[in-house]
């Protein structure tokens, strides 16, 4: 009876994960860390890929605990020394999970490859916004001295040996 207790709470962690990175992409300690989970396409993962992300992570590392202990989880409150190798066990698999991060495929865990999303700062997303431009040119700047491609406008003051200049480029 006590594995059945277990077993609803496994469920409410997938559907917590799978519905907060479909719905608005980021758990709310992701969006506090300024995360996201988007598909290639920096569209929010579909509720499949979302799901299939919470499987991998939530339950993949406690696979062992299920095949050992089976439905009861009171087997574990025995001292044994096989249950200090099953603890390491889930840290081991959440290791590997993140073992094929590198710099190269921007820090994608198995999670990410299986479902093809990505896990990117927020802020990287934002754009910033478009300058006005002026297509204004000063007044008869053809007919002014140039340095190189530059119509030079005015001096803007001497510093030792150099001349400060402001130029207009056509």
């Given at each position: 009876?006590?594995?059945?207790?277990?077993?609803?709470?496994?469920?409410?962690?997938?559907?917590?994960?799978?519905?907060?990175?479909?719905?608005?992409?980021?758990?709310?300690?992701?969006?506090?860390?300024?995360?996201?989970?988007?598909?290639?396409?920096?569209?929010?993962?579909?509720?499949?890929?979302?799901?299939?992300?919470?499987?991998?992570?939530?339950?993949?590392?406690?696979?062992?605990?299920?095949?050992?202990?089976?439905?009861?989880?009171?087997?574990?409150?025995?001292?044994?020394?096989?249950?200090?190798?099953?603890?390491?066990?889930?840290?081991?698999?959440?290791?590997?999970?993140f073992?094929?991060?590198?710099?190269?495929?921007?820090?994608?865990?198995?999670?990410?490859?299986?479902?093809?999303?990505?896990v990117?700062?927020?802020?990287?997303l934002?754009?910033?916004?478009?300058?006005?431009?002026?297509?204004l040119?000063?007044?008869?700047?053809?007919s002014?001295?140039?340095?190189?491609?530059?119509?030079v406008?005015?001096?803007?003051?001497?510093?030792?040996?150099?001349?400060?200049?402001?130029?207009?480029?056509?």
């Amino acid at each position: 009876t006590v594995g059945l207790f277990v077993l609803p709470w496994c469920c409410v962690a997938l559907l917590y994960y799978t519905v907060c990175e479909w719905r608005w992409g980021a758990t709310p300690g992701k969006a506090l860390g300024r995360l996201r989970v988007l598909q290639t396409n920096r569209s929010y993962p579909g509720f499949g890929q979302a799901l299939l992300r919470a499987v991998i992570y939530n339950l993949v590392p406690v696979l062992p605990y299920w095949i050992v202990i089976g439905p009861n989880p009171l087997k574990f409150a025995s001292p044994a020394a096989g249950n200090y190798l099953l603890s390491l066990s889930y840290y081991v698999l959440l290791g590997l999970l993140f073992a094929s991060a590198r710099r190269r495929n921007g820090f994608a865990a198995l999670q990410d490859f299986a479902t093809k999303t990505r896990v990117v700062s927020r802020a990287a997303l934002e754009q910033r916004h478009a300058l006005a431009v002026s297509d204004l040119q000063p007044a008869g700047v053809e007919s002014y001295p140039t340095v190189g491609p530059f119509h030079v406008l005015q001096s803007l003051g001497k510093a030792g040996d150099a001349e400060w200049i402001e130029g207009y480029d056509l």
